[in-house]
């Protein structure tokens, strides 16, 4: 008989429930990818949990009744529901905090402190009220690390059964508000920690210190919030923690991102057919009202309008770039003065840059089925999807040596990876692919080894049965 692995994922977002952001992805496929992983030796149960957020769409739903938390000597109540997502049993908590705050993340940080330490710590009393023990639990990012603190503390206090935990890093940056009173009054401690003074009422420092691994979305952002430029404060403690840090390039959903049978596109292809993308340029250059030019490098810029980005590095290396010949198509929404910078380059080469300020998945994907090159000048990214899916349909990415960038992209073999954060060095990188464009042999060569990628869940998914086989050893 295998052995069986309890596994509790939470996470703030899921689709096909309800995305905001790449977590949605990851949170969507990796905890299936991981259920598909089963053989002989081993299987695992994972189950789903995110809030029943008021923009949650879900089929199917059953309760499973109400139980209440202790918060400041009164009763909050919690609603489970479940459903299930191709056989893996999915729940969704509501209650008061939830209903509160309507958006997944909100401006108020009081708001989100709030429903956050409250889903966290209703998922713990969940997995009793549905008789179930999980083995380990996996947070996503600070909305889901009070659950790996809380179930810390309750062994502590309550000798409850240890529980090994993971918490996998988006984003470093984002650790929550100050969540020292709420804790407090669900009646939860805080510890003597070895984290900074400020962090030790954080909800992702808490969970850091906490969990029994760490896993960054790419080794090489694992790296990087070892160093003071991208720890932010928190590096020495994770330095000090560096034999539990991980990292693992997140997966791509290879179903729904195929050239071969997107709906989104004009004519499919395959790695066995690419000669047919061609004809996806033409179609993209007349939607965008560009001359068709088919020996003309058609550049993509597909971001959020952001400084993370690196978008204004492109804008300032497009602008320099007069008596270079391309076409170029920027795609996002965002900071409002980075929309109008776009705007204002369009301005200056209407005949060559077309800019659209919107969130627009098809036109997306038509953009990397039809561009020639994909810029992603990030001053870090801790892993990146963009640049996967490009690779997948045949488009070149330009980007910087951030995160998963570095991981993913081989510069001159499947890509063109610069240093710098500057925008001569992302100008130079697109002038080297421009070169290298010219030359159809070569640029062919270098599209079928990025169509040829494994971005597929199933291994990222094998790296983290192995992490938690590792902790289940230690625990």
Not at 25 to 38: E, F, I, M, Q, Y
Not at 87 to 94: C, E, H, Q, S
Not at 95 to 102: A, C, K, L
Not at 210 to 232: F, H, K, M, N, Q
Request: proline fraction near 5%; aromatic fraction near 8%; glycine fraction near 8%.
């Amino acid at each position: 008989m295998p052995k069986t692995i309890n596994v509790l994922f939470l996470a703030a977002e899921a689709e096909p429930f309800i995305k905001v952001g790449g977590l949605g992805d990851v949170a969507g496929s990796l905890p299936r990818a991981l259920r598909a992983l089963a053989n002989d030796e081993v299987t695992l149960d994972v189950r789903l949990v995110i809030p029943f957020h008021p923009a949650v769409k879900a089929d199917g739903l059953k309760p499973l009744g109400m139980f209440a938390l202790n918060r400041l000597g009164s009763e909050v109540q919690v609603e489970a529901f479940e459903t299930t997502l191709n056989g893996m049993p999915v729940y969704l908590i509501n209650g008061e905090p939830i209903r509160t705050n309507g958006s997944v993340y909100s401006l108020d940080a009081r708001l989100d402190a709030e429903k956050y330490a409250f889903f966290s710590l209703a998922a713990l009393e969940l997995v009793r009220h549905i008789h179930w023990s999980p083995d380990v639990i996996h947070g996503n990012d600070w909305h889901t690390a009070l659950s790996i603190y809380g179930s810390l503390t309750r062994r502590w206090e309550e000798g409850a059964r240890k529980v090994a935990s993971l918490i996998t890093l988006h984003n470093l940056p984002f650790m929550g508000p100050d969540v020292s009173g709420i804790l407090e009054s669900y009646g939860v401690k805080l510890a003597q920690t070895d984290l900074p003074d400020w962090a030790r009422v954080m909800p992702l420092p808490l969970g850091l210190w906490a969990s029994d691994a760490i896993v960054a979305v790419s080794p090489t952002y694992g790296r990087e919030i070892l160093t003071p430029e991208y720890g932010c404060g928190l590096n020495e403690f994770l330095q000090f923690r560096h034999e539990t840090v991980h990292g693992i390039v997140n997966g791509l959903d290879v179903d729904s991102f195929n050239p071969k049978d997107d709906a989104s596109l004009g004519v499919n292809y395959d790695l066995a057919s690419i000669e047919k993308r061609s004809a996806n340029k033409g179609f993209l250059q007349e939607r965008l009202n560009l001359p068709r030019e088919s020996e003309t490098p058609l550049l993509a810029l597909v971001s959020r309008m952001d400084v993370q980005k690196g978008v204004d590095l492109a804008f300032t290396a497009l602008k320099g770039m007069k008596k270079t010949n391309f076409q170029a198509v920027i795609l996002g929404t965002g900071d409002p003065k980075l929309e109008e910078a776009a705007l204002a380059l369009q301005a200056l080469y209407p005949e060559k840059i077309k800019v659209e300020t919107r969130y627009d998945a098809g036109l997306a994907r038509q953009i990397y089925a039809g561009a020639d090159m994909l810029l992603m000048p990030s001053r870090y990214e801790p892993c990146g999807l963009s640049q996967m899916i490009a690779m997948r349909y045949g488009c070149v990415p330009v980007v910087r040596a951030a995160g998963g960038l570095n991981d993913t992209v081989q510069n001159g073999v499947t890509g063109f990876v610069f240093e710098k954060i500057h925008h001569l060095s992302l100008a130079g990188a697109i002038k080297n692919a421009i070169k290298v464009f010219s030359n159809r042999e070569q640029w062919t060569s270098m599209q079928c080894a990025g169509m040829s990628q494994d971005f597929s869940w199933e291994k990222s998914a094998k790296q983290y049965l192995e992490i938690y086989q590792s902790i289940l050893k230690t625990s």
